[in-house]
């Protein structure tokens, strides 16, 4: 089988240097820009998989480039954003990408986002935003969450974190996503208040299907949902 390629537009050499490598020895193939300028024409003339794409770029905005590859190719895209927020984390997703990394990240996340986003896009129509499956039902009006047809009792946090991970099946959130997309007050908490609010949506969960695990732990980066549940 032919190696996916990935077009990697990012205009610091040694960030480039660094997926490049991790995605390589992820079996891809990857194409480099530094620009945004020329994105659309490479698209335009070879089968790309996936584009990882850095916001700040020195010629357009990473933002400006998603949303000319968007009228033209309905390829992947994920959005390097930094940490002092480019652009706003949600808002990356509403902007057409299908998911972003904040720098600094370890290559080693991204090369599982990119592979976690292929399998998505190869499993379904490339909908960004997949369905869960019917083991969740998230009435968002109610608050309430149903797992296999039994309303789960869950604590504001609880509900807000498991709805996080609901809405997205196969994404994986760092704990610091996690505190800044569920708590009130992130920089007042600790990782480990992420670990132990999943414990407990665990343990609830079991209560209802023992032999069941939803949640999947990724080791040194944080939780996602299981897909086709
Ligand atoms: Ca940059």
Not at 21 to 39: K, M
Not at 49 to 61: F, T
């Amino acid at each position: 089988m032919e190696k996916p390629t990935i077009l990697v537009v990012e205009d610091e050499p040694a960030i480039a240097d660094t997926i490049q490598y991790a995605l390589e020895s992820e079996g891809f193939r990857c194409l480099r820009l530094e620009t945004g300028a020329g994105v659309v024409e490479v698209l335009d003339s070879q089968p790309v998989a996936l584009v990882v794409l850095d916001i700040g770029l020195p010629d357009v905005s990473g933002v400006e480039v998603c949303r000319r590859i968007r009228q033209r190719h309905d390829v992947p895209v994920i959005f390097l954003t930094a940490r002092s927020g480019e652009v706003d984390r949600v808002v990356g997703l509403e902007l057409g990408a299908d998911d972003y990394v904040t720098k600094p990240f370890s290559p080693r996340e991204l090369a599982a986002r990119a592979k976690a986003v292929l399998r998505r896009a190869r499993s379904g129509n490339g909908a960004p935003q997949p369905q869960p499956g019917t083991a969740f039902k998230l009435d968002e009006e109610r608050r309430q969450i149903t797992y296999f047809g039994k309303p789960l009792e869950l604590s504001r946090y609880e509900y807000k974190l498991l709805a996080v991970l609901l809405k997205r099946p196969g994404r994986v959130y760092s704990r610091d996503e996690l505190l800044e997309l569920v708590w009130d007050a992130p920089e007042a908490s600790l990782d480990r208040t992420v670990d132990a609010h999943v414990k407990n949506i665990r343990a609830k969960l079991r209560d209802i299907r023992h032999d069941a695990d939803p949640i999947a732990t990724h080791r040194g980066m944080g939780y996602s949902l299981k897909e086709g549940l």
